[in-house]
């Protein structure tokens, strides 16, 4: 069965008319036509139509509102072309398979950008806006190993943690799907525009709310299901008890999907909405990709074994010499020179050459990390 986008669009402007009788409606007479004209005792056998709504519906495509709707439905039909991206149903052989598979998956994703059946296998990574140092290093990390073994990284483009996976997923080369609370011709927050493009190219941004909805605050609690939707499994790094990323943890929980939390330190208190997950047995503890891989190797063979980190062929004699030189912690460029025996002018060249390698990442105050 397949479903013309532009049907999903005008149903979804009936009053009283959700997402759940907007599916029940579709599946069972196929188009926006064979709906307005079935008599109101048809409706009423659907599942969820009663009378109140079935009297909706039927008034709906008598006045003037279906005219209004079906401009609307053009009028999104048009603006997704402009944009470069495409209207995908639930009906549609491309949906994400995982995301139909949940309670209320949503009848059309807006999409710019490329689904894929590997996206079957990807991993949520979220998390605070306000992200310690540490935590946009964790969030990096992993993401880094994630995409070594091939699995695609989901997130919501938001500030912190969700920009801090998605960019170091596009520097990978990986596959990373950005779920967004807005018309996906409103990208917010703005700065992550350039990301957004970048995501668009090496994987997805999408969309539930058509084009032109703001990135109002009540869009972002029903984001997060797609998110975990979409998800084998959600990674929770540093978030508030009442944050976001708890919301999206709960739903992945209730999708029946896993989750995975990697702790914080005890003082801080406004980013132990991790520990809170472990405490109470929501969570696995998540210190290492191997600690998520044991819980879902079953689900993921053949798994894609990591390449060879960036210590081989493709790096200079410097370039390895300065990476064995790192640790866990980053290390000023001055302690790490001194560590490798090399001058500072020299080390710094060779390590903005790892940081476009994707091999470290350079932070505040002259300090480099290993990814």
């Known amino acids: 069965m397949t479903v013309d986008p532009r049907d999903v669009l005008i149903i979804s402007r009936i009053p009283g008319v959700g997402p759940n009788r907007l599916r029940a409606l579709l599946t069972s007479f196929g188009d926006a036509a064979a709906v307005a004209s079935a008599p109101a005792r048809s409706l009423r056998r659907i599942e969820g139509i009663e009378e109140k709504t079935a009297a909706s519906i039927t008034t709906f495509f008598r006045s003037g509102a279906a005219d209004e709707a079906a401009r609307f439905a053009d009028d999104q039909r048009a603006r997704s072309e402009r944009a470069g991206a495409r209207a995908v149903t ?69 500030r912190g943690i969700d920009s801090a996976a998605h960019a170091a997923s596009v520097r990978s ?120 891989l044991e819980e879902l190797a079953p689900r993921l063979a053949p798994l894609k074994r990591p390449s060879p980190r960036r210590d081989a062929a493709d790096l200079s004699l410097f370039e390895r010499t300065l990476l064995d030189g790192f640790g866990d912690e980053p290390l000023h460029v001055d302690a790490l020179a001194a560590r490798v025996k090399m001058s500072v002018p020299d080390a710094l060249v060779h390590l903005l050459s790892l940081e476009f390698k994707g091999a470290v990442r350079q932070m505040a105050g002259k300090r480099f990390v290993r990814l």
């Open 173 to 292: 080369g990986n596959r990373t799907l950005a779920v967004i609370g807005s018309g996906i011709d409103i990208i917010y927050p703005s700065e992550n525009k350039g990301l957004a493009e970048k995501i668009a190219l090496c994987g997805a941004v999408l969309s539930e709310l058509p084009f032109g909805s703001k990135p109002d605050a009540a869009n972002f609690p029903r984001r997060n299901r797609i998110v975990s939707g979409m998800s084998l499994a959600t990674l929770v790094i540093e978030t508030p008890p009442g944050g976001g990323a708890m919301i999206t943890a709960g739903m992945a929980l209730d999708q029946g999907r896993e989750v995975f939390a990697v702790p914080s330190a005890v003082s801080t208190g406004s980013r132990s909405g991790t520990n809170l997950l472990i405490k109470e047995g929501k969570a696995k503890l998540t210190e290492t990709v191997e600690d998520i």
């Open 90 to 158: 639930l009906w549609d052989s491309g949906y994400p398979a995982s995301l139909r598979n949940i309670y209320d998956p949503p009848p059309l994703l807006f999409v710019r950008g490329t689904l894929s059946q590997e996206d079957s296998r990807s991993v949520a990574v979220v998390g605070t806006r306000r992200p310690s140092p540490y935590g946009i290093l964790m969030a990096e990390r992993f993401a880094v190993a994630l995409a070594q073994f091939g699995l695609p990284v989901v997130s919501g483009l938001a």
